[in-house]
């Protein structure tokens, strides 16, 4: 009879600290999963320029080095997530921002959606049929959308430090 309340004590012990621990783990994966992510160099988020005021700023020069924008990502690489695109949340006919990432160093999720803050070097540059090309296929588009690209163009890019 007392090892049968013994093993019933067990019993209860090891549940109530398995329950415990198992809290302590879901509050522990919730709080990761509601604090921003980081990817590439960390860096403190402040001088941030909205997309839409960048886009003025770049009407008068063809770069600016190290600064810190904000804006909403419109698509992300599906081959790896390798590049992004951002666009004005004001203006939906306003020219969208390429965004590479620095040496190749990190890439974003393939599902990543709504507001980015990032720090690197925006710039013009022209792109090449093939490249414009090659980016088409990533993001999923048809055999005709691929084909019907026919011009290099020069666009808005940006080399992301970190995001």
Avoid at 64 to 77: A, F, H, K, L, R
Avoid at 81 to 86: H, K, L, R
Avoid at 120 to 149: C, F, M, P, Q, W
Wanted: charged content about 30%.
């Amino acid at each position: 009879m007392k090892r049968n309340y013994f093993i019933l004590l067990t019993i209860l012990l090891v549940s109530a600290f398995s329950c415990k621990n198992a809290n302590t783990n879901t509050e522990q994966a919730v709080e990761e999963e509601t604090s921003p992510n980081t990817f590439g160099e960390d860096f403190t988020v402040e001088n941030v320029i909205k997309y839409d005021d960048l886009l003025m700023k770049m009407a008068e020069v063809d770069s600016i080095g190290n600064v810190i924008v904000e804006g909403t990502v419109d698509g992300v690489c599906q081959a790896k997530g390798c590049w992004m695109n951002i666009v004005s949340d004001t203006n939906d006919e306003a020219e969208g921002l390429f965004v590479k990432f620095k040496d190749y160093g990190f890439f974003m999720p393939k599902d990543l959606t709504g507001k980015v803050v990032m720090k690197g070097n925006v710039y013009k540059e022209e792109t090449s049929v093939e490249e414009l090309r090659h980016y088409a296929e990533d993001e999923g588009k048809s055999e005709e959308e691929i084909a019907a690209i026919t011009e290099p163009i020069t666009e808005l890019k940006f080399m992301a430090s970190g995001v």
